[in-house]
């Protein structure tokens, strides 16, 4: 936890520095105050639906903690707290009242990974392997599961419980960021370091470089194959993390699903449910 207390103290900080210079710094007379807090709080929204959480900030912060590095959403409700304590032709308290409630915001959105396993903790998990495949003990551990999975092919057995919390998993499911936290950490620990898969279907089937842990769903609009609602239960927009581990000669892709175990797909299977988004340990 000493990676995510850091950032947490330094972004807690940065928050409140800039918040007290948007309060305390002279802006424009008029109405250039009023668009200042609105773009502040329009950047907020913006961010945390466009951009946090995504793994590609991976690229840019190198780091475990990168799920509290990239999340600028307290920066953005922290200015915007300042902005509002200097609205003009408005009452002090009414200033001190939208100031006091935008703060309010800023924390949770600054603690936002820890809340979801500290509010709501998930089960202890299982030890379950088949077939070389760590087994998922519920439907939101299915990430630490493969992560687990993914240490497991590459020579260090590890267990779902034991990714959990690194993870930071909660029974809603685990955070893309949380996810290459826990593989980092644990790669970090063994000597090695993680990478984000570059590149296409076509790149990922003929380098041979096995495993990779792949973050997978069928897309929230459905395809028109009904197989894979109907047959095979998958549910449009639900993300999911598999493993692939090879290739056949015949052109399978080997895949350790933890909710199933071991199957084959075919190419079409990973243009449909595959997106670009995987994680792998360096050789």
């Not at 991976?58 to 953005?76: G, K, M, Q, Y």
Request: net charge negative.
């Amino acid at each position: 936890m000493t990676d995510l207390v850091i950032a947490l103290a330094v972004m807690g900080l940065l928050s409140a520095a800039l918040g007290l210079a948007c309060g305390w710094t002279r802006l424009p007379e008029g109405q250039g105050r009023t668009i200042c807090l609105t773009l502040a709080l329009v950047g907020g929204f913006a961010f945390l639906w466009y951009a946090a959480g995504r793994l590609y900030w991976v690229h840019l912060v190198d780091s475990s903690a990168v799920i509290v590095w990239s999340n600028w959403t307290p920066l953005f409700f922290a200015m915007a707290a300042g902005l509002a304590f200097r609205l003009p032709k408005t009452p002090l308290w009414r200033r001190v009242l939208a100031s006091g409630l935008l703060a309010a915001v800023a924390v949770p959105a600054l603690l936002w990974p820890l809340l979801g396993p500290l509010l709501r903790p998930p089960a202890v998990g299982d030890d379950l392997v088949y077939g070389g495949v760590v087994m998922q003990s519920s439907w939101a551990t299915c990430s630490p599961a493969a992560a687990a999975t993914l240490f497991t092919q590459a020579g260090t057995p590890t267990t779902e419980s034991e990714m959990i919390g690194p993870c930071l998993t909660d029974e809603a499911g685990t955070p893309t960021l949380g996810l290459y936290r826990g593989i980092k950490l644990k790669a970090n620990a063994t000597g090695r370091d993680v990478q984000l898969l570059s590149g296409g279907i076509d790149e990922l089937l003929v380098r041979e470089d096995w495993p990779v842990l792949l973050l997978v769903r069928l897309p929230e609009t459905g395809v028109d194959d009904p197989r894979y609602e109907r047959q095979w239960g998958w549910i449009p927009g639900m993300g999911h993390s598999v493993v692939a581990a090879g290739v056949t000669a015949d052109g399978q892709i080997e895949i350790l699903d933890p909710s199933i175990g071991r199957e084959w797909w075919q190419r079409q299977d990973l243009e449909v449910l595959w997106h670009g988004d995987g994680i792998q340990l360096d050789r």
